[in-house]
């Protein structure tokens, strides 16, 4: 996902653009915008931390952008890709690095493993909305 911040800086053509450049084939992809439900389900995980609040806050504000990414390692490369959770220590060159202001809002989301990878897939879209 393209979080609302990374949007409402008009970085979607940018962010795209260094992804597909680093190798990754977008196979689904929308514009949409997160209910309060729908953040609260995707990021369950988190639901005890003391930021879950303004999580779910940041993340229904505006609209996002999700997409499906392959490419062969593609969970390791792109959390490479966009770099540490908190931008400030995110590597020279990565998305959080270049587009991100603070920890809570950092521009992107990756999924951390295959299976999240399925899962996540499957909460924003369909069967055939996916052309792989
Ligand atoms: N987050 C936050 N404060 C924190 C840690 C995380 O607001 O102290 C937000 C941030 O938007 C982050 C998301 O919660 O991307 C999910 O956190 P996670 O630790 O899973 O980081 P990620 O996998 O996105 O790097
Ligand atoms: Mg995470």
């Known amino acids: 996902m393209i979080k609302p911040d990374a949007v409402e800086k008009g970085f979607i053509g940018p962010i795209l653009e260094k992804i597909t450049a680093a190798g990754f084939k977008i196979i689904a992809m929308k514009y949409t915008r997160l209910s309060r439900r729908d953040a609260k389900e995707f990021y369950a995980i988190h639901k005890d931390r003391p930021f879950f609040g303004e999580l779910v806050d940041f993340m229904t504000r505006g609209p996002i952008v999700s997409a499906i990414l392959e490419k062969d390692n593609a ?58």
Request: aromatic share 8%; glycine share 8%.
């Open 75 to 132: 969970v390791e490369d792109f959390r490479a890709l966009i770099g540490a959770t908190n931008p400030a220590e995110a590597a020279e060159g990565t998305i959080r690095r270049l587009f991100a202001i603070d920890i809570a809002e950092n521009a992107i989301h990756g999924s951390d493993s295959d299976a999240n990878a399925a899962i996540e897939g499957a909460f924003h879209f369909s069967g055939r909305e996916i052309y792989s």
